[in-house]
Nanobody, 124 residues
Framework: QVQLVESGGGLVQAGGSLRLSCAASGRTFSSHGMGWFRQAPGREREFVAAITHGGITYYADSVKGRFTISRDNAKNTVYLQMSSLKPEDTAVYYC??????????????????WGQGTQVTVSS
């Protein structure tokens, strides 16, 4: 059974930093792209960042230059380093595993395994 478990969320002041982690199990991690999405209250879930199986990265314009996605295939883990956080970054953050290698992994429909989500709250 494929499983994703996120950790690292919490409460932080504006301008601060957090690092989210997502540990994967159940299928060959290194063969799949990985992504991070978020959902704020009253809003639809949106793309944040993605990384292909080979390490090519993609970012939403709203987080470009502030967030960094990375992966450690030896640990079956993907990370989201978030810096210069803003109140509008407040959301539940979800980790997801791509059906394939993750090229142009912006679409939620391309991901077939999702984590339970972790809350990130940025206070002003």
């Amino acid at each position: 059974q494929v499983q994703l478990v996120e950790s690292g969320g919490g409460l932080v002041q504006a301008g601060g930093s957090l690092r989210l982690s997502c540990a994967a199990s159940g299928r060959t991690f290194s063969s799949h792209g990985m992504g991070w999405f978020r959902q704020a209250p009253g809003r639809e879930r949106e793309f944040v960042a993605a990384i292909t199986h080979g390490g090519i990265t993609y970012y939403a314009d709203s987080v470009k230059g502030r967030f960094t996605i990375s992966r450690d295939n030896a640990k079956n883990t993907v990370y989201l380093q978030m810096s210069s956080l803003k109140p509008e970054d407040t959301a539940v953050y979800y980790c997801a595993q791509h059906r394939d290698r993750g090229v142009n992994g912006y679409s939620q429909n391309a991901y077939d395994v999702w984590g339970q989500g972790t809350q990130v709250t940025v206070s002003s």
